[in-house]
């Protein structure tokens, strides 16, 4: 028997680029969801990320990219993870990405991603589904 | 054996190498007491005891998770590991929360000697209290040797979080002169030591002083046993406290811990230096009091009581066949043929089978 208990899910802005607005609207979406939301805040880096994400013991990680560093943002923090024994955690985020690089990016694990004016209850539903369908696989 | 105890045998082994997933992990698994929760915690009890353990509290944007970035940073460079738990007050509206604490603590982030854990105050079973001292034990067993448990001092049960600690810091900014007026009694309580932080804008040595005064007047007031009532003698304030001097603070009457209070700018670190100090010599008060031991003892005796109502309650209120027979008793409840006290004492005396735990041996 595996009891319900809140989702928690890392959001983080990685990158150069200077506000964390929409890292702060989902982090806030998020919570209102009732989920436990670890917020880090910007320039973090994957390390810091993949970090964080092992300590805190999340069940999904959420990143906040515009700077158009996806393409090796999200496999770095993917491999970091692994490297720690945590190949279960969901990657998703959001942020100007082309459908291919989303495409390319879907087949090395990272999960879906969101492109700009997507509603956040989208990204609410799909981490709960997400969510649901694991905890499933595990009872 | 089962394929939970193959999964609890893997993560004890790499909780055991240090990997930092495990002891993540393990955490969780006591944070939400999950299956093999008491199994884990029953592993680890005698790995316990060598870390210490040392509490800040004080109001929200008081400067806590900066003051402990600093605290985590001098233990560093003094070689010593560190675990930080900070607890964040839940929204009660949809049992989410929003954790970031971790923004301040940035600078030490990435140090393999040092572990951040984010914890939300959500209805835990068995209480926030129960729950953080159990993450303590869990990051002491790992091998820390300060854990750091920061919390919000605003009510009751931030204010219990704090006394799992063996030494309290509680951080007061000017801006809360007012607020100390509300939260005096609880504070005055856990308070080892009091850090006016903000030192670096106006009113901090005035609630430096008034600080002071209240030490003072609660210390005469334990001296004289206790009396409450009696109004504080004129004239004390004015002799000088003893913390007034830099060095270590005094022990008062030397039966007693008086309370030093500091001033710091966690800011920029002014101040750290004379809090570990502090924090040092409230260690050897403690150890040479006896009282470290008595409140280690205290806190093992406080364990068992808190693990004796957990599983009164689970064993009970989880178990389908209280909870039909108390629905049959709904009926005679209403029409007033028997009141809530026959029926609790019917329902505790034939469930003595299930209270020993024999009907659930198979589960654990
Ligand atoms: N002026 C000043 N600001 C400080 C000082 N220490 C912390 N702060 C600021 O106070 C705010 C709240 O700090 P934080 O550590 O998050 O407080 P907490 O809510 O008690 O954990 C932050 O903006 C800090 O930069 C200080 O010594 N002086
Ligand atoms: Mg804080």
Redesign the interface.
């Known amino acids: 028997m595996t009891a319900s208990r809140p989702i928690r899910v890392l959001v983080a802005k990685p990158g150069l680029d200077g506000h964390d607005r929409g890292a702060k609207v989902v982090a806030a979406a998020l919570r209102d969801a009732g989920m436990e939301v670890v917020y880090t805040g910007l320039h973090q880096t994957p390390e810091m990320i993949a970090t964080a994400a092992v300590q805190e013991d999340v069940d999904v990680v959420g990143l906040s990219i515009l700077s158009g560093a996806h393409m090796t943002l999200f496999p770095r923090v993917l491999q970091l993870l692994r490297e720690q024994g945590r190949d279960d955690v969901l990657i998703t985020g959001g942020g100007i990405i082309p459908q291919d690089d989303m495409d390319a990016l879907h087949l090395q694990g990272v999960g879906k991603l969101f492109g700009p004016g997507t509603s956040t209850s989208e990204l609410v539903r799909y981490i709960q589904d997400w969510f649901a369908q694991r905890q499933r696989q595990e009872a | 054996m089962t394929a939970n105890g193959v999964a609890a045998d893997r993560l004890l082994a790499?909780f055991t190498a240090r990997?930092?997933?495990a002891l993540?992990?393990a955490?969780?698994i006591v944070e939400?007491?999950?299956?093999g929760c008491d199994r884990l915690l029953a592993a680890l009890h005698g790995r316990t005891g060598r870390a210490r353990r040392i509490g800040i509290t004080g109001p929200p944007g008081a400067g806590k998770s900066t003051l402990a970035t600093q605290l985590v940073r001098a233990y560093r460079s003094q070689g010593l590991t560190v675990g930080v738990v900070a607890v964040d007050p839940?929204?009660t509206?949809?049992?989410?929360?929003?954790?970031?604490d971790?923004?301040r603590m940035?600078q030490v982030?990435?140090d393999p000697g040092v572990?951040?854990?984010?914890l939300?105050t959500?209805g835990a079973l068995g209480g926030l209290s129960a729950t953080t001292r159990e993450i303590a034990d869990v990051m002491d067993a790992y091998g820390f040797d300060r854990v750091l448990i920061e919390t919000v001092g605003v009510g009751q049960s931030e204010l219990e979080v704090a006394r799992t600690a063996d030494s309290c810091v509680v951080v007061l900014v000017p801006e809360s002169g007012d607020a100390i007026q509300t939260l005096k009694a609880g504070l005055m309580e856990i308070a080892d030591i009091f850090v006016v932080n903000k030192a670096d804008r106006p009113g901090a040595d005035r609630l430096r002083s008034e600080l002071k005064v209240m030490v003072q007047m609660r210390s005469s007031r334990v001296r004289r046993g206790h009396d409450e009532s009696r109004a504080p003698r004129s004239g004390f304030a004015a002799h000088a406290h003893p913390s007034d001097a830099a060095g270590p603070p005094s022990l008062g009457d030397g039966s007693a811990w008086l309370p030093p209070v500091l001033t710091a700018a966690a800011a920029d670190g002014t101040g750290v230096p004379e809090l570990l100090s502090a924090l040092d010599a409230h260690h050897e008060y403690l150890s040479a009091s006896g009282v470290l031991v008595e409140r280690r003892r205290a806190r093992l005796r406080a364990r068992v009581v808190d693990v004796v109502d957990l599983r009164v309650r689970s064993r009970l209120w989880q178990d389908p066949d209280t909870e039909a027979w108390l629905d049959t008793q709904l009926a005679a409840l209403e029409s007033g043929g028997t009141t809530p006290f026959d029926v609790a004492d019917e329902l505790l005396s034939r469930s003595a089978r299930l209270l020993t735990g024999e009907a659930d041996d198979l589960?654990r």
């Open positions: 790499d990997k930092p997933a993540a992990r955490i969780s939400n007491h999950r299956p839940t929204s509206f949809t049992g989410g929360a929003l954790l970031g971790r923004i940035e982030a990435l572990y951040i854990r984010s939300a959500r589960h």
